[in-house]
T-cell receptor
C-alpha cells in the first residue's frame, strides 16, 4: 500500500514566522513530489514540485527533499495571514500515471 | 499551467437522478483525471480519463456509477449516476500537460449536493 502521511494540524504559526510542513511517504523509489495549497472552498493549487534531494526555493517557499529518510517538507518564510490554508503533499511513485495525496495539514497564521 | 474550466460549478440534485460534469482545457493535454473530495477529506482519485478508450477506474469506483468520456485531448465528462446523498461532494478534474513531469493542475471543481 503506497501511502503519504501528513499531520492534519491545525498548525498555528505567528505572522512573520517560518511555517514548517512535513510529509513522509512509503515508496522508497518515488521520484516526483509536490506541494499543493487549498483554500477553503477552492481547488488545490500547485505551489512547488521537487525531484532531487536537497532544497528548492521559490520566493517565500522552500521545498526540502530527503529520499533516504523518505521525507519532504515545505517551509514558508515570513508567514502571512493569506498563507492560512490546507497544504497537500503529493507523491508520484515510479511507473504510476497518477499521484498519491496526503490528507493535508491545516495551517493557520496568527495575525 | 493550463486553463481548466468545469461546468456546472455547483448543483443541487434529487436522489436517483444523474448529473454530468464537464471539464474543458484550453490546450491539448496528455492525461486527465477525475477526483472526489468529500467534506473535510483529502482527494480521492476516481479514474483516469483515456482519450479514445475506456477510463481506468480506481478500486471502489465502477463505470456504471461514474461513466466517463474523453472524446478528444481537451475535453472530458464525468457522470454521477443514480445519485444518493453519499455522493454529495466536490468533484474535480485535473490535467497533466507533460507526462514527463507528472505535474497535475486542477480545475475549479463542481460542488454537488444530493437531497
Amino acid at each position: 500500500q503506497k501511502e503519504v502521511e501528513q499531520n492534519s494540524g491545525p498548525l498555528s504559526v505567528p505572522e512573520g514566522a517560518i511555517a514548517s510542513l512535513n510529509c513522509t511517504y512509503s515508496d522508497r523509489v518515488s521520484q516526483s513530489f509536490f506541494w499543493y495549497r487549498q483554500y477553503s472552498g477552492k481547488s488545490p493549487e500547485l505551489i512547488m514540485s521537487i525531484y532531487s534531494n536537497g532544497d528548492k526555493e521559490d520566493g517565500r517557499f522552500t521545498a526540502q527533499l530527503n529520499k533516504a529518510s523518505q521525507y519532504v517538507s515545505l517551509l514558508i518564510r515570513d508567514s502571512q495571514p493569506s498563507d492560512s490554508a490546507t497544504y497537500l503533499c503529493a507523491v508520484n511513485p515510479p511507473n504510476w500515471d497518477k499521484i498519491i495525496f496526503g490528507k493535508g495539514t491545516r495551517l493557520h497564521i496568527l495575525p | 499551467s493550463a486553463v481548466i474550466s468545469q461546468k456546472p460549478s455547483r448543483d443541487i440534485c434529487q436522489r436517483g437522478t444523474s448529473l454530468t460534469i464537464q471539464c474543458q482545457v484550453d490546450s491539448q493535454v496528455t492525461m486527465m483525471f477525475w477526483y472526489r473530495q468529500q467534506p473535510g477529506q483529502s482527494l480521492t482519485l476516481i479514474a483516469t480519463a483515456n482519450q479514445g478508450s475506456e477510463a481506468t477506474y480506481e478500486s471502489g469506483f465502477v463505470i456504471d456509477k461514474f461513466p466517463i468520456s474523453r472524446p478528444n485531448l481537451t475535453f472530458s465528462t464525468l457522470t454521477v449516476s443514480n445519485m444518493s446523498p453519499e455522493d454529495s461532494s466536490i468533484y474535480l478534474c485535473s490535467v497533466e500537460r507533460e507526462q514527463s513531469t507528472d505535474t497535475q493542475y486542477f480545475g475549479p471543481g463542481t460542488r454537488l449536493t444530493v437531497l
